[in-house]
Nanobody, 123 residues
Framework: QVQLVESGGGLVQAGGSLRLSCAASGTIFRINVMGWYRQAPGKQRELVASVASTGTTNYADSVKGRCTLSRDIAKNTVYLQMDSLKLEDTAVYYC?????????????????WGQGTQVTVSS
């Protein structure tokens, strides 16, 4: 079993910053991709940023230049630093991992999700 545990959400004023963390734990064989998605009320879940095992990062256009995704490989943890936050960044943020784990004899990568953390940006 693999678990993703998030932390760091909260209430912040527009223009402020927040740092989200997501730690993967359990019977991890390989982390292929880790990243963050978000879902605002009435909208579909969308990718915010992700990092592949190669270190290649991918950002949504809406957050480029304002968000930085980093990782601590030894800790199986990713961090999303969000600066210059806007009202439209308000959403529930979900950590996502495409992870192979030891409990699958074929080590097939599966999608794992965290429980979500609320980010609210106020004016």
């Amino acid at each position: 079993q693999v678990q993703l545990v998030e932390s760091g959400g909260g209430l912040v004023q527009a223009g402020g910053s927040l740092r989200l963390s997501c730690a993967a734990s359990g019977t991890i064989f390989r982390i292929n991709v880790m990243g963050w998605y978000r879902q605002a009320p009435g909208k579909q879940r969308e990718l915010v940023a992700s990092v592949a095992s190669t270190g290649t990062t991918n950002y949504a256009d809406s957050v480029k230049g304002r968000c930085t995704l980093s990782r601590d490989i030894a800790k199986n943890t990713v961090y999303l630093q969000m600066d210059s936050l806007k009202l439209e960044d308000t959403a529930v943020y979900y950590c996502n991992g495409i992870i192979s784990d030891y409990s699958d004899v074929y080590r097939r990568p599966r999608d794992y999700w965290g429980q979500g953390t609320q980010v609210t940006v106020s004016s």
